[in-house]
């Protein structure tokens, strides 16, 4: 998956003279929200909807998340990864900010299983959420934990009429935070930060109970203190879960009930950053929300989603293979194209649109299972020239009249020729010059295809 979240350097909303007085950089407060699917190696598996439901997955995340103002940052697999920065006009409802996102991750969970009512059985979700002081990467580099947002250039789609886009990343500690955090979550809950918890503490102190108004710290539950790799420099992590009712279900019924700490939570953060050295540099986390300003409008990311059609001749002896362009990484390999389906784009309309031009005909059966949906063999993961994880889905198909080759072109590819099935599956990937698990797919499309003809 590929972001494509365009650049917002400057704030086009600061009026005139505000500059010295207001941050209208990327820089700031960010937090970050990750939704994951359990259970999705088991259940690819068993059942065939696999990717339907991980499509679903993605759009409803990118839907309910975009009304909250949090922006697709990446995909990996079968988890997304969104971000807010956080302005003066959120310090008022930032308490609010972990039940929207626990409401958030059920509506998307739910929404699933309503649609695919079979898939509960091993299906859910897991989330975690944490904030990061974010600085731009050209500023020094002086501080320790520090966070840096850097942007790259990248022309993300041939058909694009606009060329270049901006890249967002985000690299350092605080960071890595929140992926190890994402390890300490289980289906059906959410993980929040210590400092995203103290933030919301903190607010409350100096800025809600002035005006009569308090949160229900009761919400939040110490699991555990944990050496978390990297962290700290491996002192113990408060392992912090968020849900606005305790008092139903929390945990199913074939898992292991967690034993909660009963320090009370606005007593034992504040605590805990204080003995670390680390409260004054949170405390200043609230000074730069303050000073920061609404950014103009970023265009939300769609989605984009890497597919891939293998085709076979029409006695199954012969494969196509695609010799990649100079311009690409690992020029020297072959594959066998490449789709790049765009958000709210039907799977096999953006397989045909591709595959049909390239080839010149639409002489082919593509695999489908008995709900007349294409079959996925398998997901490919790989890093393009821009240095992003790129995820994708490989299906197959079956030519009905073969075709000539010599003469077909397709950009960022220097030929199209015929293989030989068995001289490929009787060597190597290394051998064959293609990317690793490529000959198993071929050998499983080949044997799928055969007994769907038979």
């Not at 407060?29 to 339907?52: E, L, P």
Request: proline share 2%; aromatic share 12%; glycine share 6%.
């Amino acid at each position: 998956m590929v972001n494509t979240t365009t650049s917002f350097l400057k704030d086009t909303n600061v009026e005139k003279g505000s500059e010295s007085k207001k941050h209208i950089s990327v820089e700031g407060i960010y937090v970050f929200v990750s939704f994951d699917i359990v259970g999705s190696t088991q259940y690819k598996t068993i059942s065939n909807d696999w990717y339907q439901i991980t499509k679903k997955f993605y759009e409803d995340s990118l839907t309910e998340l975009n009304k909250s103002e949090f922006v697709h940052w990446k995909s990996i697999g079968d988890e997304v990864v969104f971000y807010k920065r956080l302005v003066q006009e959120d310090l008022e409802n930032i308490h609010e900010l972990p039940k929207k996102v626990f409401t958030i991750m059920n509506t998307v969970r739910d929404s699933f299983f309503e649609e695919y009512p079979h898939s509960k059985m091993l299906l859910s979700l897991k989330g975690t959420m944490w904030i990061d002081n974010i600085k731009s990467l050209g500023e020094e580099r002086d501080e320790h934990f520090q966070s840096y947002i850097i942007e790259q250039k990248q022309n993300l789609y041939e058909s694009d009429s606009e060329g270049n886009y901006k890249i967002i990343d985000f690299l350092g500690a605080g960071i890595d935070l929140g992926f190890r955090l994402r390890s300490e979550t289980q289906k059906n809950q959410l993980v929040v930060s210590a400092e995203l918890v103290y933030l919301i503490i903190k607010v409350e102190q100096e800025e809600h109970l002035a005006k009569g108004l308090s949160i229900d710290k009761s919400e939040y539950k110490i699991s555990e203190t944990k050496t978390l790799k990297g962290i700290w420099y491996s002192r113990p992590y408060p392992v912090i879960f968020y849900r606005d009712n305790w008092e139903n279900s929390v945990f199913e019924y074939d898992e292991v009930i967690k034993e909660f700490k009963t320090d009370k939570i606005e007593e034992f953060v504040p605590r805990v950053f204080a003995e670390l050295g680390r409260d004054k540099v949170l405390d200043e986390f609230l000074n730069i929300i303050k000073e920061s300003q609404t950014i103009k409008k970023i265009p939300t990311s769609p989605l984009a989603f890497h597919v891939v059609l293998m085709h076979f001749s029409n006695d199954l002896k012969k494969i196509l293979f695609y010799k990649r362009g100079d311009g690409k990484n690992n020029s020297d390999k072959y594959d066998f194209g490449c789709v790049h389906l765009k958000s709210n784009q039907e799977l096999e309309v953006g397989l045909n649109n591709y595959y049909e031009k390239v080839l010149g005909t639409a002489d082919y059966d593509i695999l489908k299972d008995n709900s007349n949906h294409p079959v996925p063999l398998s997901i490919f993961t790989y890093t393009n020239s821009g240095g992003n994880l790129i995820n994708g889905l490989i299906f197959c198909a079956k030519l009905t009249k073969d075709i000539e080759v010599a003469d077909l072109s397709v950009s960022g590819y220097s030929k199209i020729e015929w293989r030989d099935v068995d001289e490929v599956i009787g060597k190597t990937d290394q051998d064959n010059k293609l990317f690793e698990g490529s000959v198993s797919n071929i050998r499983k499309a080949r044997e799928l295809l055969q007994e769907f003809h038979n």
